[in-house]
Each structure stands twice: as structure tokens, then as C-alpha cells.
T-cell receptor, first 108, second 114 residues
Framework: RKEVEQDPGPFNVPEGATVAFNCTYSNSASQSFFWYRQDCRKEPKLLMSVYSSGNEDGRFTAQLNRASQYISLLIRDSKLSDSATYLCAVIAGNQFYFGTGTSLTVIP | EAGVVQSPRYKIIEKKQPVAFWCNPISGHNTLYWYLQNLGQGPELLIRYENEEAVDDSQLPKDRFSAERLKGVDSTLKIQPAELGDSAVYLC????????????FGEGSRLTVL
């Protein structure tokens, strides 16, 4: 079983829509959680960390559910520039695990 | 400040040939990682260095892959001999102290093995 699992999508949404991604992790002792963004043929870049209490950064909201072992990313009022692949990442057992990524395309 | 620098950006070789990738991390970053990323997949760790010490190389296929970080700064990853299945993007990343959460990635070296 993979340490981190994501729905690969693709998600195709119109501009202005709200879209949510989920990511599940298998190790209940996982310590830290993140969302990275990867543009086509580019390197991954940190989008935001995910805190137990949930956190928001503009149109982006990240949440952690330890009981069900998943993290989520909500994007409100989608922009064309949000089109990318969103990777969740988990630190467990002193190792960094990435999900396969969820592809998002925002359509005009 | 310069980011993580990798070279070459692209490499095309025939199978059974050797290939080497170079990475220069962000200045002052003690931790360096080599990841492999296949199309449609997330990055998978190959090896992690703390300064010059390889602290996690459990996923490195040691029969054909080798890596070094002799002076605790830049690093090289070598494949010899390359196989068709090695075609992928090899990403180098660095962080300031262990797993702080933000890995800074280089642009990657895209390998095609024919």
C-alpha cells in the first residue's frame, strides 16, 4: 500500500469554481503535511503547509483530519493560473512521501 | 539568491551507456535529496544526504546507481549502465535542516534512454 494516495484527476473546472482535492496517508504516526504545486515540466514548489487546526492562504484552504488520515486542499474562485498539478506530501518515519499529484485545469 | 541548480537539463542516451547528473544546492543547505519522477507520478526519493553523509539510500538501485556528495555541497548522481526504464526526470532538492517541510527543488534533469 502506498504511503500517500491521491486521486490523479484530471479535474477540469470553469473559472470561478470551487474545487477540492483529498489525499489519504497510511501511517498514523505521520508528523507533517504539505501541499506542493507543480506546473507542467517544472519543479514542485511548496504551496502551503497543513496544520492541525486548518489554515487558509487567500483562496486556498488546507485541512487535516488525523482520525480519518486525510488532508484536503480547497481552492475557491479558481483562476486560469491555478492550472497545475497539486501534490500532497507527508513526513512519516523521518522520510518525505509525495502523492502522485492531482491535475487541475481551469477553463475560461 | 540562486536556487538549486541542476545540469544537464536534458540528456538523451542509448541504453547501456553511462550518464551523470550534477546538483548544486542552495548555499547553506545541509540536506540534499535526489528524487526520481516518472510521468504522472509524484517524486520518489532515491537518496538523502545530511552534509556529506548518505543517511537514507534504501531506495537507490545500487547495482547501477551511485551518488556522492564529497564536500557536503554539490552532488552527482550516476547511472551505469542505463536501462530503458530509467527514462524519467531526476530532481535534486535541498533544505536547510533535515525535514523542515520546505524542499527547494531544482528544475530537474530529464533523461531519455533509447
Amino acid at each position: 500500500r502506498k504511503e500517500v494516495e491521491q486521486d490523479p484527476g484530471p479535474f477540469n473546472v470553469p473559472e470561478g469554481a470551487t474545487v477540492a482535492f483529498n489525499c489519504t496517508y497510511s501511517n498514523s504516526a505521520s508528523q507533517s503535511f504539505f501541499w506542493y504545486r507543480q506546473d507542467c515540466r517544472k519543479e514542485p514548489k511548496l504551496l502551503m503547509s497543513v496544520y492541525s487546526s486548518g489554515n487558509e492562504d487567500g483562496r486556498f484552504t488546507a485541512q487535516l483530519n488525523r482520525a480519518s488520515q486525510y488532508i484536503s486542499l480547497l481552492i475557491r474562485d479558481s483562476k486560469l493560473s491555478d492550472s497545475a498539478t497539486y501534490l500532497c506530501a507527508v513526513i512519516a518515519g523521518n522520510q518525505f512521501y509525495f502523492g502522485t499529484g492531482t491535475s487541475l485545469t481551469v477553463i475560461p | 539568491e540562486a536556487g538549486v541548480v541542476q545540469s544537464p537539463r536534458y540528456k538523451i542516451i542509448e541504453k547501456k551507456q553511462p550518464v551523470a547528473f550534477w546538483c548544486n544546492p542552495i548555499s547553506g543547505h545541509n540536506t540534499l535529496y535526489w528524487y526520481l519522477q516518472n510521468l504522472g507520478q509524484g517524486p520518489e526519493l532515491l537518496i538523502r544526504y545530511e552534509n556529506e553523509e548518505a543517511v537514507d539510500d534504501s531506495q537507490l538501485p545500487k547495482d547501477r546507481f551511485s551518488a556522492e556528495r564529497l564536500k557536503g555541497v554539490d552532488s552527482t548522481l550516476k547511472i551505469q549502465p542505463a536501462e530503458l526504464g530509467d527514462s524519467a526526470v531526476y530532481l535534486c532538492a535541498s533544505s536547510s535542516t533535515g525535514y523542515t517541510g520546505e524542499l527547494f527543488f531544482g528544475e530537474g534533469s530529464r533523461l531519455t534512454v533509447l
